[in-house]
Every structure is written in structure tokens, then in C-alpha cells.
């Protein structure tokens, strides 16, 4: 399975409940990582992570229930003498106290020569995660997105990484481009390509096609395993009725020039996968979909909750052609 963010996190969490969890393998998007305060940070790892252990905040979609942010408030204090430019004090990407721990583990494992691979691992075991967290790959990458220019900056263009477009402005800016920094060195993850070549079906996440599914194909050698399974490859569609559920897919899809709807994802994903699951708010669209390429099937795929994405799941597996 192709994975990043929380509506990755929320179908995995019902895919384990239909299939046994060790015959499921996760590859996880990692360009959205990030070192603050002396920490690598995971995003959509740790998402996943704290998902299947059950112990997400189901508000948010993303950090721990029940997290306290007293470092945070205490770190406030630094950001008025911090010098300008310095993230020593940066408190708008926040971290919980108790999430701390994980980065603090993380951290101290990569310092001792463990790659991020092991400590994934190390990390889902502690959470008690039955299936296999695999990063898309142990080498750096970098999401990095180009702003729009406006008349109000004269007309220049600016870049800013994942983090800085994603929750310092709150992807409330335009963008022009997104390229993945380092993608074209990196090499998979360890067990990436095996998983994709012996898998029964290979199922893409209702995640952003374009940051964080597009890291993913950005790895070389994944585009073309998937290519090679085409066949079995059937991904959820993240827009429903034109729209993303959460977060900035629609927005980016129009502002790279793509269509957002399921015909656009239809488009980006027909030259390596076969089936796309649309929502029934889309059933209109389904000849569309299978005009740019791929065989639709039409079912409900808004996860309310553990029951929804159950059933998505199953819809998943058992509706789609093998």
C-alpha cells in the first residue's frame, strides 16, 4: 500500500480490520519529514503510527489524544530573542510533550547508525502496530513547493518546504510548482520494490496525489514497479464531488493544471494503475474515468469513522478486479 497522511492512516486502520495485519506492508511518504529543534520529525509516519496503535487524536487526524503542550507554551518565551531567521524558538509547527518522545527515540537511534527503516520499525513494535511501516525510502527528499507570484510581492517567486507551506501558512498560498529535492538520488526503502512485486493487490491510499503520493513515484525504480503490476494496482480516490475531504488536494490539482475531481486523479494515475475507487457522489463521472484509462468502481468511500473505513477497505479488495 501507498501511504501519506490521515486519510491514509484512517483506511489503513479499516484495511486491518478485513485483512490480517502481518500480510499488510505500508510504504509511507517521508518528503514531508522535517529536523526541528534538533529532531527528525516524521509526519506521516508517525500519523500511521499512533492510527493503528490506536492512539491518535481522532479530532485532529494527526498527534496523540490527551497531549499536553507545555514545551511549547515554555518555548514561546525564546521566540522574541531569537535572532532573526533562527528556528531555535519556532513554535507554530507544534510539538506535544508527549509526542516529543518519539522524535527524542528517533533521533537518538539515527545519531547511533540505525536508518529511519529500523527505527520504524522499532517505533510501530512500541506502539504494538502489527503490519510492516516501511519509509519510501532511508535517503533524504525534500518537498519543496514554488508560490504563485503575485502583484503584491512585484512578481517574485518564493519556495517554501512542506511544513512552512503546510501548517505555518495553513497551504493558504498559491503554488506554481512542486518538486521533490533529492528524489532523484535516493534508492527505496529496504523491501519497497519486493513488496510491491509480490503483492496481491496494491492499494493507493485516498492521499494527496500530489505531495504525498508523488514523492513516492519520485523514488526511482517505484513508477516502474508499479507499471509492472498495473493490473493489480487500484487506488481510492482523495476527491469526492470535486473536492478534497481535508487539507490542499483540490487546490493543488488546479494549481498545477490538473483537473480536481476524480478524472483528474483518473489522468495521473491511469499510466501505472488499473481500478480507481470513486465515491458515489461521483458515479456520474465513472465512463469519464474509464475514458482517461481506468476501471471505476463507484462505492461509499467517506470515512466516518472505523466502520466506514472498514467497509471502504473491503470495497477495496473484493470489488476491484484482481
Not at 92 to 118: I, K, M, N, P, V
Not at 232 to 238: G, K, L, R
Not at 282 to 310: I, K, L, Q, S, W
Request: hydrophobic fraction near 50%; glycine fraction near 10%; aromatic fraction near 4%.
Amino acid at each position: 500500500m501507498l501511504a501519506g497522511g490521515v486519510g491514509a492512516a484512517r483506511y489503513l486502520a479499516g484495511l486491518v480490520q478485513v485483512v490480517d495485519p502481518s500480510e499488510v506492508t505500508a510504504v509511507v511518504n517521508t518528503a514531508d519529514d522535517v529536523w526541528l529543534h534538533g529532531l527528525r520529525v516524521c509526519p506521516d509516519l508517525d500519523t500511521v503510527t499512533y492510527t493503528l496503535g490506536g492512539a491518535v487524536d481522532g479530532d485532529r487526524g494527526w498527534g496523540l489524544v490527551d497531549e499536553t503542550w507545555a514545551t511549547m507554551a515554555a518555548l514561546a518565551r525564546y521566540e522574541q530573542v531569537a535572532p532573526p531567521g533562527s528556528p531555535a524558538g519556532l513554535t507554530w509547527f507544534r510539538l506535544g510533550d508527549r509526542d516529543l518522545a518519539t522524535h527524542l527515540y528517533r533521533t537518538a537511534r539515527l545519531e547511533e547508525g540505525a536508518d529511519l527503516a529500523e527505527v520504524t520499525a522499532e517505533v510501530a513494535e512500541a506502539w504494538g502496530v502489527r503490519c510492516r511501516l516501511v519509509p519510501m525510502t532511508t535517503d533524504t527528499v525534500e518537498t519543496r513547493l514554488t508560490l504563485a507570484p503575485t502583484s503584491a510581492d512585484g512578481g517574485a517567486t518564493a519556495e517554501l518546504g512542506f511544513q512552512e507551506y503546510f501548517v505555518q501558512h495553513r497551504h493558504s498560498v498559491a503554488v506554481s510548482a512542486v518538486r521533490f529535492v533529492g528524489a532523484e538520488l535516493a534508492r527505496p526503502g529496504p523491501g519497497v520494490l519486493e513488496a510491491i512485486a509480490e503483492a496481491e493487490r496494491v492499494v493507493v491510499a485516498p492521499s494527496n496525489p500530489i505531495v504525498s503520493i508523488g514523492p513516492i513515484l519520485a523514488v526511482p525504480g517505484v513508477a516502474e514497479a508499479l507499471t509492472a503490476r498495473r493490473a493489480h494496482v487500484v487506488a481510492v480516490s482523495p476527491i469526492v464531488a470535486g473536492a478534497a475531504l481535508r487539507g490542499p488536494a483540490d487546490r493543488l490539482l488546479t494549481e498545477l493544471g490538473h483537473d480536481a475531481s476524480v478524472v483528474g486523479v483518473a489522468r495521473l494515475y491511469a499510466p501505472w494503475a488499473a481500478t480507481l475507487v470513486v465515491d458515489e457522489a461521483d458515479a456520474g463521472r465513472a465512463g469519464e474515468v474509464e475514458a482517461a484509462g481506468m476501471c471505476c468502481v463507484v462505492g461509499p468511500t467517506v470515512m466516518h469513522g472505523p466502520v466506514e473505513a472498514a467497509a471502504l477497505a473491503e470495497l477495496t479488495l473484493q470489488r476491484a478486479p484482481a
